[in-house]
């Protein structure tokens, strides 16, 4: 399209302006090709006419459209020409707050002359690793452009840091050597960043001053070469300084100062370290007072001095150095002050002891004398002879001059030398990228030698930046395989020729400097002859003859000659220098040392330079450094600017520039015209004018159809968007060479995306008209429709109320009908009733009255009954009685009879001795037998009785609840009876009542009568009350307002009070939690930084053959070796048994000493123990041999047993003998093929017998062990007799021989107590039988149950095809139970259980027939099997852990694991010391997370190490404790060193450290942790041991392995976010793409291999998974979804903060939705209450303010009171980047954003803009006790922990 077609009406161009350069104005007349002029309208409201130039006819240049002003690239305008780049600068810098801007490879950086927070290291984490596009301009983004492609392209940097002074060169290139140290950090433990930084206070405080235009100015170029390691790392430093201006030391313009350190000295002289300086104030020194400005507003110079001194002790620069240099500076100022007299017009002199030059003297250790004399006087030298001639005052004062210059020269190059050292590295440098900051473009009104050599140095940089950007240029043309046209640029050559070239301006000087009458007259002259008429870039001022001009690619200078050849020359009198070398200070003479080598490496010219190449020069011989010492200052400039552009050619180099925004130094204040000097002086419309003329603006053909969709049509939409591209732009775009189609982009000239954009609009405007038109005849059409509608609905209400009227009379009339016919039943009624209620009275009280009578007569029958029957009672119990007492006294009369009968025969044998004695043979033994057995009776008696009591007392029992149930009964009758009275009592009340009724019925109407009175009387006085009452009630109500509110205010400021009080503990509990948390992440990083050198030492002191391990990050291989225990390096190397102890792993000392003071108790403890048990033995040896003196006891008995244990061994040995035949003949008869099926099961099942009676035997052998001990101490036991019951018995019987009546007692105790006897024993065995059966059977069900219910749980958890051997494995071990049962029941009948054994086993091998059809049907179905597994191999190799089916089915018959009926295992698990290392190498460095999460229960190797533990607590072994438990700590640390990158290992042992910490919580044995455990677990609690310690530790690594685990979070999670939840378009059609500049961003377009929403929320899914397999505690689980939240949230926001393109209404859209997706997927996995839907607020709340409006005060109000979570800045930051994506899009105001700055002024917030990424919260680890128990754990096998057993 042709340029004249966009000058319509409504179009907008600019024109010029002397105040504001360019003002805007609307074209309101179409024009015309000829027109004269242009009809315009300024912005202001008035009309203009503007007047085209009459020969060219060139137009005012166009302006771009609102949408893309703000841009943060100046390229991506459509018009590219000065005011565009003028008002895009100014729109960002005024509005926006925006400092820096694109401008193709340029970055533009406005001096804003305040502090701005986007320097901090959050916005440093932000900007590293970003693509330079993706953000928004910074200097941190060309930093870590230039840090990106040196690590890509393995090629060295530049950053070319420029502008005039003011501008912000040095706090530009400051910045950007805080990033370099800050993202790459150093390789050793200099901390190389930290001294590469301090170099800059040094620095400046030397090189730096006040001038007119800035107050920290550099006065000197300086090129900082930060070198780099092959992992780019920073190793050291170079810097090279150009040109300082060494006049500043002598002499200072108005308002100017003297370089810095001066002034910091004076501002310190009070130091007593500094009174030998002798320094006063700077007023009082002639250097440092001429500009009359000695302070600098808002800087302290003391304080400066301080970090001076600081910068040099950290670059290795020691106090001795320091104070020598002070000495040199504080002599310079000194040197100042002296004055020199004139003698005549020829000579001068000094005064005599004259004081600064005494003080300057003995500062720098030198002759007054002579310097008084040198001072005054100059040597000259002949051929022939030597002349002292003195020299006037003015020379003098020169020379004077001359000398502190060059001393300050001198002491600036050894200063930076001596930088170079410090920050010189012994490593290899790899790559470098250099900052140079160096002088802008300089004009002034008196432009000298400085200013010249000033912009002869931006000339060739100018020179060289138009080359690189016009091949870059051409570079993405051939990239596009664009055509490509030479563009004409502007060559600064000629420029550079005149200046340097042969016979040019410095040959001209140094040619005149060689003259011996040479003088800036002649040159001047030389000059006008030679380049007047040559060069037309040199021209001669009209009115002067000592001045030239030339015009320079920014502008045209006037140079004045005088003073060149002199500061060309830079001459110092020899002598006063030999002076200086005499002297007697150290440091002076080393300044001056060697004069020939200063010269060529430090030079004495005003550059100030250091050595100039990175790898040195070679050192010159005498002739040529004669030759060096003569070069001018203009030579030396001009040979290290070549240098310096040989090194930036060989760079990569990146263009800074800086702007001035105005000269009074005012914050965001900008000047057009300042400006815009500026923008063509450093290069930035050059580049603009490069980039116009080719094709500026550039699109993807993604980009271009999402912006451009609405000019297509549906046909017009193909698959190929490159080909639909291509149809639409031929419609709309006529002219073919407007546009070039490129292997990626679209190419358009200058205006054409105005042009598009414009045909956008339109299109747009027409849709929204005809949206509009629709939408307002719908509105007038809904309008219509209400109107009719109400209408009809009047008239439905006026015909409604006329037919209700007709009805409500119908009704009434009705009604009155219904009303009469009531009436008349109503009195009807109302007689029956009374006619029928007097009917039922007069029957009630006869009927009564009957019944009443017959009750009576019935009671005085019963009465009379009951008097008969306890008479009749009574005379016959009397009967009764008489005659028992007379049977009675009959039976006794005649028993007394016989009993004495008895008595005399009894007296008469017991006086025969004869047969007493025959009685009382083998009495005795007898005796004690009986006695034996009456004990044991008695014993049986005792339980019997006891059974007996017990049926008692049930009997009682049983006995009271029926006689309670009977007295009850009776209490019923008498309450029945009681009832019947009161019947009786109430009839007559009520009698009684009815008399009174009729008197008060009489009293009722005289009171009635007297109440109506009354009540008048009451009325009046209650209406009184009322009133008073209402009056009461009202000021009560009030009363209780008042104090309900007071209530409610005093709650609601007590509630607010407790929570603040509340949330400022909870936040100081955090904090305390965080510091403490930071301080275990310190530490871990220290720990694993010195096993790092530890491990580095023994590499260097031990080298071991073989094998050489490398870094971790070269090799996977030695991770093996990396993390070997302790005991496995000392048995590989036993050298290092000679180490200190603290070269081992490392312990808890703390621990360490508490448990060895708790060793020292116990073996205290164990000695005392030790020594009771001597003194009891001594007294068990004693007894013994006592005892061995008497006889022994009980030897029958022991007799006896020994015979029946020898009998039931011959047994066993039989039964044995039996066993072992059954195997052999079952081996032969079953399968005598050892191939054959069933054989492996059988053998296994033999295994098991055979282990089975090992044990038994084992029992046995135990059984007899104890017997002997058993027998041992009943011998120790002390006996007094071997009959202990042997003389009271014959006691007794000496006392029966008298009375006879033994032979009687003992017969009848004989005879009853056999009876007894037998009856016990019979009831004894039949009770022990039936109880053992019983208990037997109880037992057998309880372990089958047990056995039936963990077999099918297991069952439950395998696959299907696993459940038949699972089957069939619980069948063979249920046969293998009842097998050991039958053999217990079956020892006595060795037949029987042989035929049982051979039922068994033909059994058995059924069993074996159904095993091989199975497997039969197992290879069919792996047949199968392996045809789908092909279909499905990528979803079968997910889910089944790259493991075929094929190999699932091939395993081998794996050992049965039989549980043994008889064992109890006790939940611990026993090890040999020597086998934990095995142990840990298995259970923890060795084991695989996934295999553990999916096929066992969680926290299995917590369980494994706790039961450990256990056993060693159950043992009392401290020291097996303790080495367990510290190497299962390192073991855990040394794993997450070799895979802590990897999320499944962190999450495994994050949750099983927290198990182990629970369990030892839970069995510790405090009752806080005891609660929930169930009497089975409250047995497993350690015993011996407390843990507390160690369960601290544990704490504390659980700590630091949840901090690993959220690093690793962070770092899958980081490349997501931005990508998922701010560029991808998850809304499609919803954000539209506004054109970019040359730095292009990630398009929001999704791509292949992009990330979006969908994919976070599947690795959300995958860490969710991954946690709950683990086994994670709920708690810790809610912990890490809330800190995974905050990362998302944090970066989203960040990002968003740092990104203009994504502060738009659609984006906000977006973000909105992305948020509402992730709370949905809390939801889902019920996390909703984890406080992870709150971190996400700051981020909700940016997206609201993006969406809501932003016009009005109300607007700010809302947006005050919504944005709660974001801070100020961050508020700001928002309104300030919001940008429109469409022109219907309003942009927010200035005022507005001023307006919600005043309302939020008060508010206090954190000042930092960007939240904290890398912020962990605070974790706990709640208390979370399982309810597993331990005794119910298996060991797998495939764990490989077979030499560990169960207890």
Sequence with gaps: MAALELYTKHARVWIPDPEDVWISAEILKDYKPGDPVLHLRLEEGSDLEYRLDSKTKELPPLRNPDILVGENDLTALSYLHEPAILHNLKVRFIDSKLIYTYCGIVLVAINPYEQLPIYGADIINAY??????????????VAEEAYKQMARDERNQSIIVSGESGAGKTVSAKYAMRYFATVSGSENEANVEEKVLASNPIMEAIGNAKTTRNDNSSRFGKYIEIGFDKRYRIIGAHMRTYLLEKSRVVFQAEEERNYHIFYQLCASASLPEFNVLKLGSANSFHYTKQGRSPVIDGVDDAKELKNTRHACSLLGIGDQYQNGIFRILAAILHLGNVEIKSRDSDSCLIPPKHEPLLIFCDLMGVDYAEMSHWLCHRKLVTAAETFIKPISRLQATNARDALSKHIYAYLFSWIVSHVNKALLSSAKQDSFIGVLDIYGFETFEINSFEQFCINYANEKLQQQFNLHV????????????????????????????????????LDLLDEECKMPKGSDNTWAQKLYNTQLKTCALFEKPRLSNVAFIIKHFADKVEYQCEGFLEKNKDTVFEDQVKVLKASKFKLLTELFHDDKRASSQASTAPAGRTLLSRTGLRKPKPEQASKEHKKTVGHQFRNSLHLLMETLNATTPHYVRCIKPNDFKYAFTFDSKRAVQQLRACGVLETIRISAAGFPSRWTYQEFFSRYRVLMKQKDVLSDRRQTCKNVLEKLIVDQ?????????????????AYLEKIRADKLRMACIRIQKTIRGWLLRKKYLRMKKAAICIQRYVRGYQARCYAQFLRRTRAAILIQKFQRMYVVRQKYRRIQSVTLSLQTYLRGYAARKRYQQMLRIHKATIIQKHARGWLARKAYKRSMRAIVYLQCCYRRMMARRQLKKLKIEARSVEHFKKLNFGMENKIMQLQRRIDEQNKDNKSLLERLTHLEITYNTEKEKLRSDVNRLRQFEEEAKNATNRVM?????????????????????????????????????????????????????????????????????????ILQETKELEFELNDERLRYQNLLNEFSRLEERYDDLKEEMSTLSLPKPGHKRTDSTHSSNESEYTFSSEITESEDFPYQNEEPADKKAPLDMSLFLKLQKRVKELEHEKLMLQDDLDRKEELIIKAKSQEETKPPVRGTEFEYESLKRQELESENKKLKNELNELRRAITEKVSPDPSGPGVQVYKVLLEQMTSVSEELEVRKEEVLILRSQLVSQMEAIPHKYTMTDTLPISEDVQKMKDSREIAQAYTGMKETNRVLEAQLQGQKKGY???????????????????????????????????????????????????NLYYEELYADDPMKYQSYRISLY??????????????????????????????????????????????????????????RKEKDFQGMLEYKRDDEPKLIKNLILELKPRGVAVNLIPGLPAYILFMCVRHSDYLNDDQKVRSLLTSTINGIKKILKKRGDDFETVSFWLSNTCRFLHCLKQYSGEEGFMKHNT????????????????????????????QQLVRVLENILQPMI???????????????????????????????????????????????????????????????????????????????????????????????????????????????????KETLEPLIQAAQLLQVKKKTDEDAEAICSMCNALTTAQIVKVLNLYTPVNEFEERVLVSFIRNIQLRLRDRKDAPQLLMDAKHIFPVTFPFNPSSLALETIQIPGSLGLGFISRV
């Excluded at 590293?128 to 983004?141: L, R, T």
């Excluded at 179905?1421 to 699932?1448: C, H, Y």
């Excluded at 968003?1696 to 948020?1715: A, E, F, H, P, T």
């Design 1328 to 1378: 022990e039988n039936e109880v053992e059966s019983l208990r037997g059977e109880i037992q057998g069900l309880k372990e089958e149950n047990n056995r039936q219910q963990q077999l099918l749980a297991q069952n439950l958890q395998l696959p299907p095809e696993a459940r038949i051997e699972a089957s069939l494995q619980h069948e063979i071990t249920r046969l293998t139970n009842e």
């Design 1575 to 1602: 009497t089975r677990q409250n047995e497993h609690c350690l015993t011996n041991f407390d843990l507390a310690e160690y369960r601290q530790v544990l704490s504390d690594l659980a700590i630091q392995i949840y």
């Design 1618 to 1732: 931005v990508s998922g939840m701010l560029e991808h378009e998850t809304i499609q059609g919803v954000s539209g793409v506004k054109p970019t500049g040359l730095r292009k961003r990630t398009s929001s377009i999704a791509d292949e291999g992009t990330y979006t929403l969908d994919s976070i929320v599947r690795q959300l899914n995958t860490f969710h998974s991954i946690l709950c397999q683990h086994g994670m505690d709920p708690e810790l689980i809610k912990q890490v979804v809330k800190q995974m939240f905050y990362i998302i949230g944090a970066v989203t926001l960040n990002n968003l903060l740092l990104r203009k393109d994504m502060c738009s209404w659609s984006k906000g859209m977006q973000i909105r939705y992305n948020v509402s997706q992730l709370e949905e997927w809390l939801r889902d996995k019920n996390l909703m209450n984890s406080g992870a």
């Design 1402 to 1459: 033909r059994r058995i091998i059924d069993l074996m027939e159904q095993l091989e059809k199975q497997d039969k049907t197992v290879r069919k179905l792996k047949k199968q099997l392996k045809v789908f597994a092909k279909k499905i191999g990528e979803l079968e190799v997910g889910q089944m852990d790259n493991v075929s089916p094929g190999q699932i089915v091939d395993e081998p018959i794996r050992p049965l694991n039989i549980p």
């Design 470 to 505: 016009f091949k870059l240029e051409q570079e993405e043309y051939m990239k596009e395989q664009i055509p490509w046209t030479l563009i004409d640029f502007y060559d600064n050559q000629p420029c550079i020729n005149l200046i340097e070239a042969k016979m040019g301006i």
């Design 985 to 1057: 009592s109430l009839q007559d009340e009520l009698a009684r009542l009815r008399k009174e009724l009729l008197q008060t019925q009489t009293e009722k109407k005289k009171i009635e009568e007297i109440a109506v009175r009354y009540k008048s009387e009451t009325e009046q006085l209650l209406s009184e009350l009322k009133e008073q009452n209402t009056l009461l009630k009202a000021e009560k109500d009030e009363l209780n307002l008042l104090i309900q509110e007071q209530a409610k205010r005093m709650t609601a400021d007590m509630e607010k009070k």
């Design 128 to 141: 590293s690793g970003q693509n330079m596009g993706d953000m928004d301009p910074h200097i941190f983004a």
């Design 737 to 753: 060479d407007k546009y070039q189609f490129g292997k990626t982009k679209i190419f358009f000239r200058a205006g054409q995306v």
